[in-house]
Nanobody, 125 residues
Framework: QVQLVESGGGLVQAGDSLRLSCAAS????????MAWFRQAAGKERECVAV????????WYADSVKGRFTISRDNARDTLYLEMNSLKPEDTAVYYC??????????????????WGQGTQVTVSS
C-alpha cells in the first residue's frame, strides 16, 4: 500500500519558520515528480512548489518564491518544504503529492497520482 504521510505543521507567528516533511512508503518516487500543494479555507487547492526526481529541478509559485524551499532525500524517500518568513496568508492545509516516472514540472492536481492526508499550518499575525 502506497502512503504519503505529512508532518511538521503547527501554529506559528508571522515571520517564523516551519519545515514540513512527507514520508513515502510502499514504493519509491526517486525518479518521479513531487510537489507541495496547499488549500486555504474557502479556496481552491494551489500548487506552491515542485521538484523533479532527476536533476532536482524546482518550481515555485510567485507567492512563496524566495521564502519556501522544496527538497528531497531520495535515500529516505522523504520530501521537505522549508518555509521561512511565514505570513498569515500562508495559513492552509498543506498536502504533498507524487507522480512516479515523471521528469516534468506539474502544477495541476490532476497530474499527481498519490496524495498525503494533509497537515495544518496556521500563521497568526
Amino acid at each position: 500500500q502506497v502512503q504519503l504521510v505529512e508532518s511538521g505543521g503547527g501554529l506559528v507567528q508571522a515571520g517564523d519558520s516551519l519545515r514540513l516533511s512527507c514520508a513515502a512508503s510502499g514504493r519509491s518516487f526517486n525518479s518521479g515528480t513531487m510537489a507541495w500543494f496547499r488549500q486555504a479555507a474557502g479556496k481552491e487547492r494551489e500548487c506552491v512548489a515542485v521538484i523533479m526526481g532527476i536533476g532536482a529541478k524546482t518550481w515555485y509559485a510567485d507567492s512563496v518564491k524566495g521564502r519556501f524551499t522544496i527538497s528531497r532525500d531520495n535515500a529516505r524517500d522523504t520530501l521537505y518544504l522549508e518555509m521561512n518568513s511565514l505570513k498569515p496568508e500562508d495559513t492552509a492545509v498543506y498536502y504533498c503529492a507524487a507522480r512516479p516516472y515523471s521528469n516534468v514540472v506539474i502544477t495541476t492536481e490532476i497530474g499527481y497520482s498519490y496524495w498525503g492526508q494533509g497537515t495544518q499550518v496556521t500563521v497568526s499575525s
